[in-house]
């Protein structure tokens, strides 16, 4: 490496610790406000909530954080996919009024925990437009998903969750995608990216591989308005209004397909469909690439924040899905696990079409 390559590597690498740490700091800083802002995490009159696993050790938890972006910033040096560019003077005017959002919304978002109402919007759904399973306020989050304000709103919760955390999660499953693809012209990769919400991590898919045709899929039409917006750069890709348990793609079709964050929030039943539609639609040899929480067992430090995260945050179906055995999930359909890598609080899975 030259002198100047190796300038230039030192100097990506301080922006991108600079910049990771001030978003860390911001969105902690957020979930610190929020819990004051909050009544206690046990509701009055009732018994304490008392996680079976142990405490994890903190210095290891703390360093199962920093691993994730080491982990991260490596993907980057390997040319996997580019750096995050997480500051500019737009994106600090939009963080501004998602922060005012945020907090006006708090205490909606803490009533609702503490009647434990976690499924209003299905008086206000479409009757049989959706699945029964979709119409829940999952995190207690107000409008569930089907309303824009829930979709404006969504990317910072998920970021003040995990401290500033979020995005480099995403990019680890990322990461394996490049993997998965390394010698393929991206330009013949047609990629489906299922549940796509908001469209944030297709926007990270398409920011590594800018001329791959990709398609989100998503149930909500709120979510997919806003993922229309977030890919809107990029003319050969697209968001569409679908259900996952009948993907709306021929036979062997698509040669890439990513799912984040959706399994746990699938009854057993339509994981099962899920996972069928995935492999139906996949092309022999094609990469599908699993991203979701991690699995009791998986960091046994993290085990006791595993527990505490369907009680506290409105998650029906997480508990079955802690005890999911996904190999076999995936490997029933014709999906055979290639890799499996731990990224903090997420687990990220590729698996070959064979």
């Given at each position: 490496?030259?002198?100047?390559?190796?300038?230039?590597?030192?100097?990506?690498?301080?922006r991108y610790?600079?910049?990771?740490?001030?978003?860390v700091?911001?969105?902690s800083?957020?979930?610190l406000?929020a819990?004051?802002?909050?009544?206690?995490?046990?509701?009055?009159?009732e018994p304490?909530?008392?996680p079976?696993?142990?405490?994890?050790?903190?210095?290891?938890i703390?360093?199962?954080?920093?691993?994730?972006?080491?982990?991260?910033?490596?993907?980057i040096?390997a040319?996997?996919?580019?750096?995050p560019?997480?500051f500019?003077?737009?994106?600090?005017?939009?963080?501004?009024?998602?922060?005012q959002?945020?907090f006006?919304?708090?205490?909606?978002v803490?009533a609702?925990?503490?009647?434990?109402?976690?499924?209003?919007?299905?008086?206000?759904?479409?009757?049989?437009?959706?699945?029964?399973?979709?119409?829940?306020?999952?995190?207690?989050?107000s409008?569930?998903?089907?309303?824009?304000?829930s979709?404006?709103?969504?990317?910072t919760?998920?970021?003040?969750?995990?401290?500033?955390?979020?995005?480099?999660?995403?990019?680890?499953?990322?990461?394996?995608?490049?993997?998965g693809?390394r010698?393929?012209?991206?330009?013949?990769?047609?990629?489906?990216d299922?549940a796509?919400?908001?469209?944030r991590?297709?926007?990270?898919?398409?920011?590594a591989?800018?001329?791959?045709?990709?398609?989100?899929?998503d149930?909500s039409?709120a979510?997919?308005d806003a993922?229309?917006?977030q890919?809107a750069?990029?003319p050969?890709?697209e968001?569409v209004?679908?259900?996952a348990?009948?993907?709306?793609?021929a036979?062997?079709?698509?040669?890439?397909?990513?799912?984040?964050?959706?399994?746990?929030?699938?009854?057993?039943?339509v994981?099962?469909?899920?996972?069928?539609e995935i492999?139906?639609?996949?092309?022999?040899g094609?990469?599908?690439?699993f991203?979701?929480?991690l699995?009791?067992?998986?960091?046994p430090?993290?085990?006791q924040?595993?527990?505490y995260?369907p009680?506290?945050?409105h998650e029906?179906?997480y508990?079955?899905y802690?005890?999911?055995?996904?190999?076999?999930?995936?490997?029933?359909?014709?999906?055979?696990?290639?890799?499996?890598?731990?990224?903090?609080?997420?687990?990220?899975?590729r698996?070959?079409?064979?």
């Amino acid at each position: 490496m030259s002198l100047v390559e190796n300038v230039g590597r030192l100097a990506g690498r301080a922006r991108y610790t600079v910049e990771q740490g001030a978003r860390v700091a911001w969105y902690s800083a957020h979930y610190l406000a929020a819990r004051r802002m909050s009544q206690p995490f046990d509701r009055p009159g009732e018994p304490k909530f008392r996680p079976v696993a142990p405490a994890g050790d903190v210095r290891r938890i703390r360093q199962s954080f920093i691993d994730l972006f080491a982990a991260d910033r490596a993907n980057i040096d390997a040319g996997l996919y580019p750096a995050p560019r997480d500051f500019s003077p737009g994106k600090a005017m939009r963080a501004f009024d998602r922060s005012q959002r945020f907090f006006k919304d708090v205490p909606r978002v803490d009533a609702r925990r503490l009647e434990r109402r976690g499924a209003e919007v299905r008086s206000n759904a479409e009757q049989g437009r959706y699945p029964a399973y979709y119409l829940q306020n999952f995190h207690y989050q107000s409008g569930g998903w089907l309303t824009p304000e829930s979709a404006a709103l969504y990317d910072t919760q998920v970021e003040v969750l995990f401290a500033g955390a979020a995005d480099a999660m995403r990019r680890i499953a990322l990461g394996s995608l490049a993997r998965g693809l390394r010698g393929k012209d991206q330009r013949r990769v047609r990629h489906l990216d299922i549940a796509c919400g908001t469209g944030r991590f297709l926007a990270q898919t398409l920011h590594a591989f800018p001329r791959m045709p990709s398609t989100g899929l998503d149930l909500s039409p709120a979510y997919i308005d806003a993922a229309r917006a977030q890919i809107a750069r990029w003319p050969q890709a697209e968001a569409v209004v679908g259900n996952a348990e009948a993907l709306p793609f021929a036979d062997a079709s698509l040669d890439a397909i990513t799912c984040i964050y959706l399994f746990h929030e699938l009854p057993p039943r339509v994981r099962r469909d899920v996972a069928r539609e995935i492999a139906r639609v996949l092309k022999p040899g094609g990469v599908f690439i699993f991203g979701d929480s991690l699995q009791a067992g998986d960091a046994p430090d993290l085990d006791q924040m595993l527990e505490y995260f369907p009680v506290g945050f409105h998650e029906p179906f997480y508990g079955s899905y802690q005890e999911e055995d996904l190999v076999a999930l995936f490997g029933d359909t014709g999906l055979k696990v290639q890799e499996t890598e731990l990224a903090f609080l997420t687990k990220v899975m590729r698996f070959t079409r064979f």
